[in-house]
């Protein structure tokens, strides 16, 4: 590791401006779907999908232990060496490098590694969420991988990560972990009120049935995370569904953060965060505001959801 990185990595919010890694984000993007449709084909069905997703690693993004006949295997993507490891229980293992190369490329490779350790896998071979749903195979599009932008990305994550799980400490509600949805690519922590919520109405995300959207959105919710874009550097969101009156004109702190209507999120960019005084106080300042735009407005029993976390 360089003198330069080993000097970004010390103390500080990861700077990465989304217009200088925009081809490496949509090519990672890509490759993480394939990697959750893999965890998708073998983890059994959990409520809201919390099958199907990826967490915060010390080395990048994991499955975690994915169950496979009497043992289990996992995935991950080491942004630090910059290969992606399957590891079987049963001490076998394979890696496919990261670096640049198609998504056909990369797909070849990871189904092959998985026939290799006979892990018998199909998947959808299409990614989901994105406008231009080009098969896997047949993807010669995407093919760009910045080794160094990917680990600044990671860098990020594992604040955010950090910080949202501090945050969720204080709910004793029914609350997801923190986790990385690979259809959106965004790091997202949900808590809930506990009473169910209208059926979702569908629309709106491209290449995602109907039924997907309103399993998710089954229960009232208030959701926050982190995605690689909405500000320069990517952007801090928080919403609620269903949104309560009054919820958009919430006074929600820090004043940099504000209501998107396109989006129907309030919005802080990372960047802002990022070069605070204290980004954590800050960041921790728009994730409580911001839920509690949703749970005043909302009518929660905060009363029984909330708490202090141990120490």
């Given at each position: 590791?360089?003198?330069?990185?080993?000097?970004?990595?010390?103390?500080?919010?990861?700077?990465l401006?989304?217009a200088?890694?925009?081809?490496?984000?949509?090519t990672?993007?890509?490759?993480t779907q394939i990697v959750?449709k893999i965890r998708?084909?073998?983890?059994?069905t959990?409520?809201?999908?919390?099958q199907?997703t990826?967490y915060v690693?010390?080395r990048g993004?994991?499955t975690?232990?994915?169950?496979?006949r009497t043992?289990?295997?996992?995935?991950?993507?080491?942004?630090v060496d910059h290969?992606?490891y399957?590891?079987?229980?049963?001490g076998?293992?394979?890696?496919?490098?990261?670096?640049?190369?198609?998504?056909?490329?990369?797909?070849a490779?990871?189904?092959?590694?998985?026939?290799?350790?006979d892990i018998?896998?199909?998947?959808n071979?299409?990614?989901?969420e994105?406008e231009q749903?080009?098969p896997?195979a047949?993807?010669?599009?995407?093919?760009?991988y910045?080794?160094?932008?990917a680990?600044?990305?990671?860098?990020?994550?594992m604040q955010?990560n950090?910080?949202?799980?501090?945050?969720?400490s204080?709910?004793?509600?029914?609350?997801?972990?923190?986790?990385f949805?690979?259809?959106?690519?965004?790091?997202?922590?949900?808590?809930f009120s506990?009473?169910?919520a209208p059926p979702h109405?569908?629309?709106g995300i491209?290449?995602c049935p109907d039924w997907?959207?309103r399993?998710a959105?089954?229960?009232?919710?208030?959701?926050c995370?982190?995605?690689p874009?909405?500000?320069e550097e990517?952007?801090f969101?928080?919403y609620?569904?269903?949104?309560p009156?009054?919820?958009?004109d919430y006074?929600?702190?820090p004043?940099?953060?504000s209501?998107?209507?396109?989006l129907?999120e309030?919005?802080?960019?990372?960047?802002?965060?990022?070069?605070a005084d204290?980004?954590?106080r800050m960041l921790?300042?728009?994730?409580?505001?911001s839920?509690?735009?949703a749970?005043?407005s909302g009518g929660w029993?905060?009363?029984a959801l909330?708490?202090?976390p141990?120490?």
């Open positions: 590791m360089t003198g330069r990185t080993q000097a970004e990595k010390v103390g500080t919010w990861p700077r401006r989304v200088d890694w925009v081809e490496t984000r949509d990672l993007h890509m490759w959750g998708l084909a073998h983890a059994p959990a409520n809201h999908w919390w199907v990826l690693s010390a993004l994991t975690s232990a994915i169950p496979y043992g289990v295997f996992d995935i991950e993507f080491d942004f290969r992606l399957i590891r079987v229980s049963d076998r293992r394979r890696e496919v490098v990261l670096e640049p190369k198609p998504v056909s490329q990369f797909y490779e990871v189904m092959g590694a998985l026939g290799e350790l018998q896998t199909r998947i071979p299409r990614p989901n994105v749903a080009v896997f047949e993807d010669f599009r995407h093919a760009s910045d080794p160094h932008a680990w600044l990305f990671w860098g990020q994550l955010a950090r910080v949202l799980g501090k945050f969720r204080h709910f004793v509600g029914k609350v997801s972990l923190v986790h949805f690979w259809g959106a690519m965004d790091l997202a922590c949900t808590r506990g009473r169910p109405p569908g629309g491209p290449n997907v959207t399993e959105y089954s229960l009232e919710l208030s959701s995370g982190f995605w874009g909405g500000g990517g952007a969101y928080a609620a569904y269903p949104e009156a009054g919820f958009a006074a929600v702190r004043e940099e953060a209501y998107r209507r396109d129907g309030f919005v802080l960019p990372y960047e802002v965060a990022a070069t204290d980004p954590d921790g300042d728009f994730l409580q505001s839920y509690e735009a749970a005043e029993d905060r009363r909330e708490g202090e141990h120490p």
